[in-house]
């Protein structure tokens, strides 16, 4: 269960101005999504970082991975109309026979003229730059819904930990001002670079994909000795923050019976462990990599069942770790 909302309110404020050279730092976000309510206590600003190391198979925000800013393809409001195709500087755009604009990616400088050409917002930017100072300003805007519900910021993407100097400022504005942090991480990072972070977070949400070394390389592009090692670094050193495993089940890739008993005697390992969190494959991505022109790797692949995901938990509650299903 989530901890009781405080009783004293928290006074957050992100009014008067940032202080030192941080506050024209610059770093590209995804998105904001405001009233949060399953990343962390209380009511939350979840801020996305674009840009993360892995490519997850089932990964449903493929918008996230690259750490530039992109171009997307909306089809429904697409008209056909040629006026990106006629605009775009490279010749990377060019229309079919039905009307359907194909983009040429060798071509491609994602320099945004189809966007500005679009006059029916098929075309638009996933990404963008931002200052600290920006961030901040849009946090503000939130801070009422903070006073009572115990809520604050979460770092999510994306991987935030891919930009360290913009998630290391954003946590210190936030702890100064009495906002409750969380990260939201893959645990794929430097932990040189991300080691001071956890002197400004009160709680960490990390996934663990899968134990085999060879199979999560086959399944996010890379090897999890460093997701397991950060893990094991955030649970000795990390004291100040609350830790929260996170495990996607994914059907076939990391749901059976030998994959789940090692996630969970490693878990079992660990000393600061508030709960597992099982997270249910789903296919609410699928439309982003269509706007991106991208192919779904898992198209025939399905949620799992109730019985699956309670089969799952009774593997963590038989190894004695703290469990619930969902987020």
């Avoid at 770092?155 to 969380?182: F, K």
């Avoid at 592009?221 to 830790?243: C, H, K, Y």
């Avoid at 099982?278 to 799992?304: F, I, K, N, S, V």
Wanted: charged fraction near 25%; hydrophobic fraction near 40%; glycine fraction near 12%.
């Amino acid at each position: 269960m989530e901890p009781e909302a405080r009783t004293k309110p928290l006074v957050p404020s992100f009014r008067g101005p940032l202080e030192g050279p941080d506050r024209d730092l610059t770093g590209t976000l995804l998105r904001i999504e405001r009233l949060a309510v399953h990343d962390g206590p209380g009511i939350r600003t979840v801020l996305f970082f674009k840009g993360c190391p892995l490519r997850c198979a089932w990964c449903s925000t493929p918008e996230s991975q690259d750490p530039a800013p992109e171009v997307a393809w909306l089809a429904g409001r697409c008209v056909g109309c040629g006026d990106c195709a006629r605009a775009c500087p490279q010749g990377a755009l060019a229309l079919s026979g039905e009307g359907r604009p194909l983009r040429d990616r060798s071509r491609c400088v994602a320099c945004g003229t189809c966007v500005e050409a679009c006059g029916y917002g098929a075309r638009r930017w996933e990404g963008r730059s931002m200052t600290l100072g920006e961030v901040v300003q849009e946090v503000e805007k939130d801070e009422v819904f903070f006073h009572r519900s115990g809520g604050g910021i979460t770092l999510s993407g994306g991987e935030p930990a891919y930009q360290p100097r913009l998630a290391g400022a954003l946590l210190r504005a936030a702890r100064r001002r009495g906002l409750s942090t969380a990260l939201e991480t893959c645990g794929h990072f430097s932990w040189e670079a991300c080691e001071g972070l956890g002197r400004f977070l009160d709680r960490v949400y990390v996934d663990v994909k899968q134990m085999s070394p060879d199979r999560h390389e086959a399944l996010t592009g890379e090897g999890n000795r460093t997701v397991l090692a950060n893990i094991r670094r955030m649970d000795a050193l990390w004291g100040g923050a609350e830790l929260v495993v996170r495990v996607p089940v994914v059907p076939g890739l990391n749901d059976d019976t030998v994959d789940l008993e090692a996630t969970a005697a490693f878990v079992a390992g660990l000393r600061r462990v508030l709960r597992v969190e099982l997270l249910p494959y789903h296919r609410y991505g699928t439309a982003a990599y269509a706007r991106l022109g991208r192919a779904y790797g898992l198209e025939d692949l399905r949620p799992p069942s109730e019985a699956q995901l309670q089969a799952a938990a009774a593997v963590f509650a038989a190894g004695g770790v703290p469990v619930q299903i969902g987020g």
